[in-house]
């Protein structure tokens, strides 16, 4: 390997980077955006916490996106009435809908990204990057 050839990890990020573009121009909604109303209709309701540890995202990113979210209807957010240090966050109707609408797009745009890789190479992709997952997942807990 040299410095000029792309190693699996950078490699890994470009391949995320390019997803991400592409998820966005085919289903319409950003995948961030995605994964976190996913989330919400998958838990009903949660707390910011709960969701942040859920979706394995920073606290402060996630802050940011639910007031966009809450901006545009697409979830609501309270104070937790057994503990007001919380929000709760809950998917609203205009978000069950825009997911019941965008979901033909997203199943196209999972089949056309998958379309032609044989079985055994995704089981081998799929095995290599969760030995890698929980390799980072070791590797930060030991920083702490």
Request: include cysteine; aromatic fraction near 4%; proline fraction near 4%.
């Amino acid at each position: 390997m040299t410095d000029t050839t792309p190693n699996l990890l950078q490699q890994l990020g470009r391949s995320s980077r390019a997803m991400y573009g592409a998820f966005e121009s085919r289903v319409g909604h950003a995948l961030p955006r995605w994964r976190i109303l996913k989330s919400l209709e998958e838990l009903e309701t949660a707390s910011q916490k709960r969701l942040a540890c859920h979706l394995q995202m920073d606290p402060g990113a996630l802050t940011r996106q639910l007031k966009q979210l809450e901006a545009e209807q697409l979830v609501t957010r309270s104070t937790d009435p057994a503990d007001n240090r919380q929000t709760l966050v809950t998917l609203g109707a205009a978000g069950h809908a825009l997911l019941r609408e965008a979901a033909p797009q997203r199943q196209a745009f999972f089949l056309q990204a998958l379309e032609g890789i044989e079985p055994q190479q995704l089981d081998s992709a799929l095995q290599v990057l969760r030995q890698l997952e929980e390799r980072f997942r070791r590797m930060a807990a030991e920083t702490r």
